[in-house]
């Protein structure tokens, strides 16, 4: 059978849904208490769907935003975060795809990817972070392309592509 958590929900305009805590164990001296959250298993099929979703707003509102973040260190590097898909035996690799929704006012959402960067620290010396695009890599075909495009506009002209180096330091 199912499972189902669900928070208490409010009828009251001043006063928000209730939450739901998903919360790993605190150690005094060892590491934290993890938090897995995995989909069913198939012998035959597909393995489950996990969908973290925040639904749609009401009328004076927007929809819930989403955090996934790696906390901050006091002492040392913090977590790193991964986003992929499995790799496949016998078939192709799932594709991955990181999308802003469309509006109808105003300017369309921004997609920012930046490296991290260096305040020296107790290690001078250090470079920015990186950023590097790669095409696949293909054993008997040609090499996945790299694709770089400016917006489209159907009443103006299409966006821009900058390519620029900043000024530098003394």
Not at 10 to 39: C, D, E, P, W
Not at 52 to 76: A, E, H, K, Q, R
Not at 96 to 106: A, C, D, I, K, P
Not at 110 to 123: P, R
């Amino acid at each position: 059978g199912d499972v189902v958590v669900t928070a208490g929900d409010s009828s009251f305009t001043s006063n928000a849904g209730s939450q739901v805590y998903l919360t790993g164990g605190t150690s005094a001296s060892q590491t934290g208490g993890r938090v897995f959250i995995q989909s069913g298993v198939s012998t035959a099929k597909s393995s489950g769907v996990i969908g973290v979703v925040t639904p749609l707003s009401g009328t004076n509102g927007v929809s819930g935003f989403m955090v996934l973040s790696t906390g901050d260190s006091s002492n040392g590097n913090t977590g790193a975060l991964f986003v992929g898909t499995g790799s496949a035996a016998s078939g192709r690799g799932g594709s991955l795809s990181v999308t802003v929704g469309s509006g109808n006012s105003g300017s369309g959402g921004d997609v920012v990817v930046t490296a991290g960067g260096s305040a020296g620290g107790s290690v001078s010396g250090e470079a920015g972070g990186q950023i590097y695009m790669s095409g696949g890599t293909s054993a008997s075909q040609t090499g996945g392309r790299v694709f770089i495009q400016s917006g489209v506009s159907t009443a103006k002209s299409s966006g821009v592509i900058g390519v620029v180096t900043p000024l530098s330091g003394t």
